[in-house]
């Protein structure tokens, strides 16, 4: 069963959600987690997950980065819209998520969070994941030391190492997170140094993720990508892991209803 973990299907990019979701259902893709930047698109992807229900399911989340400028509410204000919308959508919200820590330049300086409102922010989402026994989706960009130093706790909850590029040096403090995952994206299709990484990870522990409209693999990279586009990430873990695709398509599959709970 081909899983797409992380897509972002609540985007401007897709005015022919029809046609996205049609295609990945030929391309063999039997779920996808919609995964939130904000709260407006948190709320935007219950909508869609009760549209395509048993197809679609909701992460409702705030990324790190402030990526919702309309919304002048306090952190505290956003999070408890988060946890309002879990409350009242139970069957559709399967995740926290995505959040985490960025610590990249942004063009626009006025919609980057300072390290202590990342903390906070990630700090109140991983409370909600607790509370509500969701998974959380992590992201991390240039921040993956940070976080193993700065000991936050996760305490039991499970969840995604999102998009993982932490490389080979920082695998096996990662691998010690026994609940996490481990997202794959297109880049494997192209980036030989994350092929190294994910040959070493357990077939066990990965999972397949578009991140679309983002990191289109090949031969659609600097493309829109979709759901569909998934088979093709599987394709490309088989041939690392020197299995089958329907090995691949079965095991990562498992993962991810184990994760998610669907």
Same mark, same amino acid.
């Given at each position: 069963?081909?899983?797409?973990?992380?897509?972002?299907?609540?985007?401007?990019?897709?005015?022919?959600?029809?046609?996205?979701?049609?295609?990945?259902?030929?391309?063999?893709?039997?779920?996808?987690?919609?995964?939130?930047?904000?709260?407006?698109?948190?709320?935007?992807?219950? /909508?869609?997950?009760?549209?395509?229900?048993?197809?679609?399911?909701?992460?409702?989340?705030?990324? +790190?980065?402030?990526?919702?400028? @309309?919304?002048?509410?306090?952190?505290?204000?956003?999070?408890?819209?988060?946890?309002?919308?879990?409350?009242?959508?139970?069957?559709?919200?399967?995740?926290?998520?995505?959040?985490?820590?960025?610590?990249?330049?942004?063009?626009?300086?006025?919609?980057?969070?300072?390290?202590?409102?990342? @903390?906070?922010?990630?700090?109140?989402?991983?409370?909600?994941?607790?509370?509500?026994?969701?998974?959380?989706?992590?992201?991390?960009?240039?921040?993956?030391?940070?976080?193993?130093?700065?000991?936050?706790?996760?305490?039991?909850?499970?969840?995604?190492?999102?998009?993982?590029?932490?490389?080979?040096?920082?695998?096996?403090?990662?691998?010690?997170?026994?609940?996490?995952?481990?997202?794959? *994206?297109?880049?494997?299709?192209?980036?030989?140094?994350?092929?190294?990484?994910?040959? /070493?990870?357990?077939?066990?522990?990965?999972?397949? /993720? *578009?991140?679309? +409209?983002?990191?289109?693999?090949?031969?659609?990279?600097?493309?829109?990508?979709?759901?569909?586009?998934?088979?093709?990430?599987?394709?490309?873990?088989? @041939?690392?892991?020197?299995?089958?695709?329907?090995?691949?398509?079965?095991?990562?599959?498992?993962?991810?209803?184990?994760?998610?709970?669907?």
């Amino acid at each position: 069963m081909l899983i797409d973990t992380h897509a972002h299907l609540s985007f401007k990019d897709y005015n022919d959600l029809d046609d996205v979701i049609k295609r990945s259902r030929e391309s063999g893709v039997e779920k996808i987690i919609c995964v939130s930047s904000n709260v407006a698109e948190s709320v935007k992807a219950v /909508e869609i997950a009760k549209k395509y229900s048993g197809i679609v399911f909701a992460a409702v989340g705030i990324h +790190p980065q402030c990526t919702d400028p @309309e919304n002048k509410d306090s952190i505290e204000a956003q999070l408890a819209r988060l946890e309002k919308l879990i409350v009242e959508n139970k069957n559709m919200v399967v995740a926290v998520g995505e959040c985490g820590l960025d610590f990249t330049e942004v063009a626009d300086n006025e919609r980057k969070r300072n390290i202590e409102e990342q @903390e906070k922010l990630f700090r109140g989402q991983i409370e909600l994941a607790k509370k509500y026994n969701l998974p959380i989706l992590l992201h991390f960009n240039k921040a993956h030391d940070y976080f193993l130093n700065k000991h936050l706790d996760l305490g039991n909850i499970r969840g995604v190492f999102h998009c993982y590029v932490g490389g080979k040096k920082r695998l096996n403090r990662f691998l010690e997170f026994g609940n996490f995952m481990f997202g794959v *994206t297109g880049l494997v299709t192209y980036d030989e140094g994350l092929q190294q990484v994910v040959k /070493e990870i357990p077939l066990n522990r990965l999972v397949l /993720e *578009t991140d679309c +409209p983002f990191l289109a693999p090949l031969p659609h990279r600097g493309e829109r990508n979709e759901p569909a586009y998934t088979s093709l990430i599987a394709k490309k873990v088989a @041939e690392l892991k020197r299995i089958s695709l329907e090995e691949i398509s079965r095991q990562t599959g498992e993962n991810a209803m184990k994760i998610f709970g669907i």
